[in-house]
């Protein structure tokens, strides 16, 4: 036995979870990795392995092959769709990680997972420090050296890996101009549904754009939009990470500020898969906090996606677009959140649109939030299976759901040559309802809008 077996916390609260994992080993087919490498040990089955034998104090969490295999996995969860016992993967993957990232030294740890887990601490956290942040990389992203560096093809003879991070920057950028001072047309009626968008961190500070359009779209829908101002980042990336200490710390705050009176009550709509995913689970993360259990539970079934929201309402139509578009799924809106349809539901209200399935939607782009800088090999073969299936539709537009795909499937479609944009499905929606004339008055009644 390892005389560390009683550190072995995070992991040892989640032997109900380790334990209903039957070995079927039908989450394998499922798993990126596993289907890559062939590896036992980097399939999901061969994980909760390695993590029982922790929990167990039979293997030390701060063993090196133990780390590797954790690393690898991309947290995409796949496997919780095939799984038959219904093992709660993700909540597994987040304790491993909370045991790794304890004990994990900067020499062990490397230099990007050190330089990730400062910004984590010391960035994410704080939102003047994280705004500033965003402000240097939006300046980048506008400059005439990001555009050079990536046109002559300087930078991929200096470092391939710099001109993919450079190219994941520059898929941030809106692939559309829009009136810089356009504004969601007012709803009047007092009894039309208030909601508040969780406007995040990245989201808001590289998809602007993504989020003006979100709240167009939603007032265009006849939502009353209410301010949520003291939210703050939602904590994905530190829960993926392994630090759950700042992650539930950003719950807390988040708890607080849709609990606020201008934002109580209202559905908590969101465009970022991820941050989604982890809103809707903050109820189990926060299941160990009296003073706010019960309230992360109550906001988590607040929250809706925007796609899953407009299509249980009836995603009001717009104005027709003559392009060619296709759909590809972020993990964490189709496995974590099980929301599979209502993108395509969405983009059904615009008149003209040539839908074309995309082979695979549901697997992994190798984004996986840093996932792309830290474990660049698999990423890329990831991101060039999946390009090779969105050529094959030959799309004008691949749209998504989630930042991290946008920035993954933007650098790849530049990188390989794939002729198409990348946008948010509501920046497609909002171009067609741009086209519709839906944003020229305010005047439209709550009819017009549900059924025009």
């Not at 701060?62 to 690898?72: C, K, Q, T, V």
Request: hydrophobic fraction near 40%; charged fraction near 20%; include cysteine.
């Amino acid at each position: 036995m390892s005389n560390n077996a009683t550190l072995h916390t995070a992991l040892n609260a989640e032997m109900d979870k380790l334990l209903g994992c039957i070995h079927c080993g039908l989450c394998m087919p499922a798993c990126p990795t596993y289907t890559q490498l062939g590896n036992e040990n980097d399939s999901p089955r061969g994980r909760i392995y390695l993590m029982r034998a922790v929990a167990e104090g039979r293997l030390d969490a701060g063993a090196a092959s133990f780390g590797r295999h954790i690393d690898l996995c991309l947290g995409c969860r796949a496997c919780e769709t095939a799984c038959p016992a219904g093992v709660r993967y993700g909540f597994l993957l987040e304790a491993a990680r909370e045991e790794i990232w304890e004990r994990e030294t900067p020499a062990r740890a490397g230099p990007q997972k050190t330089l990730l887990k400062l910004a984590l601490r010391h960035i994410f956290p704080y939102p003047n420090r994280l705004r500033l942040v965003f402000a240097l990389l939006r300046r980048l992203r506008g400059s005439s050296l990001l555009g050079l560096a990536l046109e002559t093809g300087l930078i991929r003879d200096v470092s391939p890996q710099a001109e993919f991070a450079l190219s994941l920057l520059a898929a941030t950028a809106p692939a559309q101009a829009r009136p810089a001072a356009e504004e969601p047309p007012p709803v009047a009626e007092a009894e039309a549904p208030r909601v508040a968008v969780f406007t995040g961190c990245v989201m808001e500070g590289l998809f602007g754009h993504a989020n003006a359009a979100t709240a167009r779209v939603l007032a265009a829908n006849g939502s009353r939009l209410v301010p949520a101002p003291a939210q703050v980042c939602c904590g994905a990336l530190h829960a993926h990470a392994g630090d759950l200490e700042t992650a539930r710390a950003l719950a807390r705050q988040n708890v607080d500020a849709f609990e606020a009176e201008s934002a109580s009550g209202a559905a908590v709509i969101i465009n970022a898969a991820g941050c989604g995913a982890l809103l809707k689970e903050y109820g189990e993360l926060l299941k160990d906090d009296p003073d706010y259990a019960l309230r992360a539970r109550a906001l988590g079934a607040r929250v809706r996606d925007v796609t899953e929201y407009l299509a249980a309402r009836g995603a009001r139509r717009g104005a027709p677009l003559d392009e060619r578009v296709t759909y590809d799924a972020p993990c964490h809106l189709y496995h974590a959140q099980r929301v599979t349809a209502a993108p395509q539901q969405v983009l059904s209200a615009i008149p003209g649109l040539d839908y074309a399935p995309l082979e695979g939607m549901e697997d992994c782009c190798g984004g996986a939030g840093t996932y792309n800088l830290s474990e660049p090999e698999m990423s890329e073969k990831l991101l060039a299976d999946k390009m090779a299936k969105v050529k094959a539709t030959g799309a004008d537009v691949l749209v998504t759901a989630n930042p991290g795909c946008h920035m993954q499937l933007g650098a790849g479609a530049r990188l390989s040559g794939a002729g198409c944009r990348v946008a948010h499905v509501v920046e497609v929606l909002d171009e067609s309802y741009r086209r519709a004339g839906f944003y020229d008055s305010g005047t439209e009644d709550s009819s017009s809008r549900r059924d025009g």
